[in-house]
């Protein structure tokens, strides 16, 4: 037979698992410094865990696994009559794999309420399933990477989660513009528009504004019967620059008025911080799914610096005051943001940014001729790795050729050739492969050179 | 709804995740200096990938994930009608969860090879799912922990292989003793006993030899009719305890010097190396998994250092002389080992086994008064990350009491408590949590201590 992957899936070749590990690896330490522990949950979750979280259209994403043994003898008949797929699901499944890790998170949290320390700042890296359409970028299976904290409402938080966009995007050599909103921003803007009734319209109709326009998004107003009075009012918000232009719109709108003292907080905290990217506040962002009632952040790659760049937000999130309230534990305020990693991979892919080093931990292969050399080559072997040098013995004295290949083929940037002579005299050939430059060298000089 | 978890699924908590961090980060450094290199293979396979390998009680184990969309349209109508689960199937589910990581390395070497270098020596940390009847350490979701190499044929790496292990459970201070015996020589052990026809039994009961012991082993050959003979043969085999001492049984049997002699090179190749822990020849090793063909491995706890631990094997492998040939690439001789993660994160907890460090990733917590010394604490606080120090403010200035209980609860090292008076002075207060000592230090200072 010949072997495939499902649609949608991925196997990751050591270079790319590589380069994974490196951007994992880079936003896991700025984590840890910033004070957040691991955890991570089971890729299989109680259906009744995750149905009804992330919509109706959600639902139908949610990949089901099947009941083992004998399933159909508890199938819903009824539904197996009828042939209703849908209706059959809950009585031949229980189980549904991860969509995302906010929901395993909230629950974690409720579940493991009494031996968690509050506020508790988490992290995952753990991978996700949906069942939408594979097609380019888009996959069944990838990685989420989310860091949150809940069980306080200090803005605190939200300074350090813009830090940590920061320092995580600096390390990885890619500069961003991180944009910051408030919630409470877009509701004062639907107060002072007359229409706090439609708040939920009104956002996600901005939140298109990338792609249709002001005039797009006035006409998608007006088409949901929202008078021009009210839409007119709106444009005028959104052409606001600066947080200390909105306060004139709110006299009105309480709601506006925190929502600028909250950003504003923010802001003046960050003034202490020696940051390398932006931070701009964009009144315009509005991050679509409506849990969010706090600040809101969106990361995209600073085209000022890379014009070529065409790639949406790398990251996002914002603070939403009840994370838990589903699985019963009220009043927990949560805020975090996530990091795209697979697009993040993609961007540093195109602009060439990985560290040479990434690929390249095996150091040396050590080539011998005979069997003799050979062992002595195992010899030399141990007292690199003692050394704690990646090394390598190619695996039988064959053909030069051929064991030069098999360096070649691993980017190996030394290889260290063991001939009778070279063995007697203990003056070993060492050469680096980019250059072509050989080197004899006593195996004390290799260990240093190498180290 | 009150959350709650599928059986035979766990959550981590920081603690746990830490500790599992430190068991494969410690594995993993010890791959890479051997040369191996990482991959990663995707959660859901095609069942055609997996259905087969695993036999017919593997397959029934496998968790099938429903397709998507109106399943049922497309579902086998005969098996429909008559109610025949295990006839549906197929038709209503394409995907499953990966079993092991050995299908999967096979599939991705099948469908890699053009881009691989051999020999290929990968490893793959990831988990796997089985539908086994949850119990006490027994999950249906687990990490399997292997590493690989394909391709050669060379007992370099059988000696390689038994050096990793002695320097990962060397670097876990877990002493253990890693069992080696040769499939040829079980070979030869039933040829000397004139049942070559029947090695398969023969293996199989010797496998069960630490639960029925030799007389059980005899009265389960004779009751599959094996004589007299025969049996007291296999006995006088199975008391052998120098490789040496093997050669006279196997005067007639190629496959049984065969596999003596590959021990021996196995040996040889070892005595030039600094091993920590025990290297036993131990004829009675059998494997069950018969797809093994040349030299298997089995590592235990040392019961001489730790006499009160009672737990199988905590790792184990060997060679198969055909790893691939079920995807239709033939000859890829493959040797490889796997960690038992879960037994060992067991074992190290059982044994207090976990550095002390690896809980306390958190340097320091920031104690504050009141608004002013909060402010104060932020700009500390980046002075302490901006050295790599992993430090937090306590994110409002409350009672100190809670802030105390926040940072007892964090298991901090080290609080920083900044009062006006500190504030002032720029002599901040160091407390050392587990002594209770207090010094008043600048915060250079401090930063020179915590680093």
Redesign the interface.
């Known amino acids: 037979?010949?072997?495939?992957?499902?649609k949608g899936?991925?196997?990751?070749?050591?270079q790319q698992?590589?380069r994974?590990?490196y951007i994992f690896q880079t936003i896991q330490k700025v984590f840890?410094?910033?004070?957040f522990?691991?955890?991570?949950?089971?890729?299989?979750?109680?259906l009744?865990?995750l149905t009804g979280k992330y919509g109706e259209e959600g639902d139908?994403?949610l990949?089901?696994?099947?009941n083992?043994?004998?399933?159909?003898?508890k199938?819903n008949a009824q539904a197996?009559e009828a042939?209703?797929?849908?209706a059959?699901?809950s009585s031949?499944?229980?189980?549904g794999?991860r969509y995302d890790l906010t929901v395993p998170f909230a629950?974690?949290v409720?579940?493991?309420q009494n031996?968690l320390?509050?506020?508790f700042?988490?992290y995952q890296i753990q991978?996700v399933?949906r069942?939408d359409r594979p097609q380019k970028g888009r996959y069944?299976?990838f990685y989420q990477c989310d860091v949150d904290v809940v069980g306080?409402d200090?803005l605190?938080?939200e300074a350090e989660l813009t830090q940590i966009y920061d320092e995580v995007f600096t390390a990885l050599q890619l500069p961003v513009v991180v944009k910051l909103n408030n919630r409470k921003i877009l509701a004062g803007m639907a107060e002072a528009a007359g229409i706090g009734d439609r708040f939920v319209e009104m956002t996600m109709a901005i939140d298109k504004l990338d792609k249709i326009g002001v005039e797009g998004v006035k006409k998608e107003l007006s088409s949901r019967g929202i008078d021009e009075q009210a839409t007119e009012k709106i444009e005028q918000v959104l052409a606001v620059k600066e947080l200390s232009e909105l306060s004139a719109f709110f006299a009105d709108s309480e709601t506006g008025q925190k929502g600028i003292e909250e950003l504003k907080t923010v802001f003046d905290?960050l003034s202490?911080?020696?940051l390398n990217n932006q931070m701009q506040f964009d009144v315009t962002l509005a991050r679509g799914l409506n849990y969010y009632t706090g600040c809101i952040f969106e990361v995209k790659v600073d085209t000022a610096a890379h014009p070529d760049i065409v790639m949406g937000s790398i990251g996002g999130g914002g603070r939403y005051d009840d994370l838990t309230g589903?699985?019963?534990m009220k009043d927990m305020s949560g805020v975090g943001v996530s990091f795209g990693a697979e697009r993040i991979y993609d961007v540093l892919e195109e602009l060439n940014l990985y560290p040479e080093t990434v690929a390249q931990?095996?150091k040396v292969?050590i080539l011998t001729f005979d069997k003799v050399t050979f062992?002595y080559g195992?010899?030399i072997l141990?007292q690199l790795?003692?050394a704690?040098?990646?090394?390598?013995?190619y695996?039988?004295p064959t053909k030069m050729k051929k064991q030069m290949k098999?360096a070649n083929?691993?980017d190996v940037p030394y290889t260290i050739v063991i001939g009778s002579q070279e063995m007697e005299s203990g003056e070993l050939s060492l050469k680096h492969m980019k250059s072509g430059e050989q080197e004899k060298l006593n195996i004390e000089s290799i260990v240093d050179r190498l180290s």
């Open positions: 037979m010949k072997p495939s992957l499902p899936t991925r196997d990751f070749t050591p698992t590589l994974r590990q840890v410094k910033y004070g522990q691991p955890i991570e949950t089971p890729a299989m979750e109680s009744s865990t139908q994403l990949f089901k696994v099947l083992n043994g004998d399933f159909l003898s199938a197996l042939r209703d797929s849908a059959l699901v031949i499944s229980k189980r794999l629950r974690f409720v579940m493991n031996d320390t509050f506020p700042k988490r991978p399933w069942a069944q299976e306080s200090s605190l938080f905290l202490d911080v020696q589903v699985f019963g931990n095996l292969v062992r195992f010899k141990q790795r003692t704690g040098i990646a090394a390598e013995l695996p039988e098999y083929g691993r």
